[in-house]
């Protein structure tokens, strides 16, 4: 089996991000002792690069490479539909990487797309990013001198330029709704804290509160991670009576707080009023269809890959966000609170 980075990470004890980069000739601020080392243990393993790919590099490979979360929740499906189309649009194809939301993941595949050749990388971070790992995928990218741009999920720097969501728009316009319709005591399941999307749903959220003289209470909010578990996990937290609805901060979660209240009996919307967020294939699987909020996920996919296409011919890193506008959409899983 050929021997990759990830082997003589292994061996050695660096990481894969400093192997890469000492065998990539950018390894000068590492000591001369890593690096012999390093390129001594890729001689004895008979470590060889992609030449074809390195080729490619210098002449263009028509390739680009995509790094997505979780190929199989439908949002980022969706998302990955639009990005490849415009990536067929513009003459290249597409390679998908999968991490299952783990950041290590992320930075394998940085390493081995590079080691491919692409010609650029759409980098949706992972849902266990911290600040400083989500500067460590960067960096890893700029000393690489890959083109990249993120998508979708960000952390709070300047230098995370690429395509997103106006979430703080999208998290009041679903909690606004709500409060039109009656409800004061709105509870709420966040996404993983991590995320900047998820911080600033949960800041949408509040916003809306308090401009309708609502106080945001810390027992109202579970903390979730965008799963269905944790919407479950969220109803058998609060008490029975405690709200008459529930911003969920996407649709999967939804999902699960729509089966943990059915499953105790009680309706939807008659007795408690449910929002997610995405427009994903969750909010069409529930029995009562769940009003949610849409972003614009295939122009957003089609805008990504013809902003990574300016990067490459313009040899700019983008260091602006690009916003797209959510769109509230009202289904059956709301009505007004039966008290009023």
Same mark, same amino acid.
């Given at each position: 089996?050929?021997?990759?980075?990830?082997?003589?990470?292994?061996?050695?004890?660096?990481?894969?991000?400093?192997?890469?980069?000492?065998?990539?000739?950018?390894?000068?601020?590492?000591?001369?002792?890593?690096?012999?080392?390093?390129?001594?243990?890729?001689?004895?393993?008979?470590?060889?690069?992609?030449?074809?790919?390195?080729?490619?590099?210098?002449?263009?490979?028509?390739?680009?490479?995509?790094?997505?979360?979780?190929?199989?929740?439908?949002?980022?499906?969706?998302?990955?539909?639009?990005?490849?189309?415009?990536?067929?649009?513009?003459?290249?194809?597409?390679?998908?990487?999968?991490?299952?939301?783990?950041?290590?993941?992320?930075?394998?595949?940085?390493?081995?797309?590079?080691?491919?050749?692409?010609?650029?990388?759409?980098?949706?971070?992972?849902?266990?990013?911290?600040?400083?790992?989500?500067?460590?995928?960067?960096?890893?990218?700029?000393?690489?001198?890959?083109?990249?741009?993120?998508?979708?999920?960000?952390?709070?720097?300047?230098?995370?330029?690429?395509?997103?969501?106006?979430?703080?728009?999208?998290?009041?316009?679903?909690?606004?709704?709500?409060?039109?319709?009656?409800?004061?005591?709105?509870?709420?399941?966040?996404?993983?804290?991590?995320?900047?999307?998820?911080?600033?749903?949960?800041? +949408?959220?509040?916003? &809306? @509160?308090?401009?309708? #003289? *609502?106080?945001?209470?810390?027992?109202?909010?579970?903390? =979730?991670?965008?799963?269905?578990?944790?919407?479950?996990?969220?109803?058998?937290?609060?008490?029975?009576?405690?709200?008459?609805?529930?911003?969920?901060?996407?649709?999967?979660?939804?999902? +699960?707080?729509?089966? &943990? @209240?059915?499953?105790? #009996? *009680?309706?939807?919307?008659?007795?408690?009023?449910?929002? =997610?967020?995405?427009?994903?294939?969750?909010?069409?699987?529930?029995?009562?269809?769940?009003?949610?909020?849409?972003?614009?996920?295939?122009?957003?996919?089609?805008?990504?890959?013809?902003?990574?296409?300016?990067?490459?011919?313009?040899?700019?890193?983008?260091?602006?966000?690009?916003?797209?506008?959510?769109?509230?959409?009202?289904?059956?899983?709301?009505?007004?609170?039966?008290?009023?």
């Amino acid at each position: 089996m050929r021997a990759s980075i990830k082997d003589i990470a292994k061996i050695t004890g660096y990481s894969i991000t400093t192997v890469s980069l000492v065998l990539n000739d950018k390894g000068d601020k590492f000591s001369k002792t890593a690096r012999e080392r390093i390129q001594e243990t890729a001689k004895n393993l008979n470590y060889r690069p992609n030449r074809h790919a390195v080729s490619l590099v210098k002449q263009h490979s028509k390739t680009f490479g995509l790094i997505v979360p979780d190929i199989s929740n439908h949002y980022f499906a969706q998302l990955a539909t639009g990005i490849e189309r415009g990536c067929q649009k513009y003459g290249r194809m597409m390679f998908l990487c999968n991490t299952n939301d783990q950041h290590v993941r992320n930075i394998e595949y940085i390493n081995q797309l590079a080691e491919m050749g692409v010609d650029g990388i759409f980098d949706i971070l992972s849902g266990d990013t911290t600040q400083e790992q989500g500067m460590e995928e960067l960096q890893l990218m700029n000393d690489l001198e890959i083109p990249h741009i993120f998508v979708d999920r960000f952390l709070d720097a300047p230098e995370f330029g690429g395509i997103r969501n106006d979430h703080i728009r999208g998290g009041y316009l679903a909690t606004k709704h709500l409060i039109d319709l009656g409800h004061r005591r709105i509870a709420c399941v966040t996404g993983p804290k991590l995320l900047h999307d998820a911080r600033q749903r949960y800041e +949408g959220y509040c916003k &809306a @509160l308090i401009e309708n #003289g *609502i106080r945001p209470e810390e027992q109202m909010v579970y903390q =979730g991670d965008y799963s269905v578990q944790s919407g479950e996990e969220a109803i058998s937290a609060w008490p029975k009576d405690s709200y008459t609805a529930v911003f969920a901060c996407n649709d999967a979660s939804a999902m +699960g707080v729509s089966r &943990a @209240l059915m499953s105790r #009996g *009680i309706s939807i919307p008659q007795e408690v009023s449910v929002v =997610g967020y995405d427009d994903a294939i969750y909010s069409q699987m529930v029995q009562v269809p769940l009003t949610t909020v849409r972003q614009p996920i295939q122009e957003m996919g089609m805008a990504a890959a013809k902003c990574l296409m300016d990067v490459v011919q313009d040899h700019t890193m983008l260091q602006e966000h690009i916003v797209f506008e959510p769109q509230l959409i009202v289904r059956a899983s709301t009505a007004r609170r039966r008290d009023l």
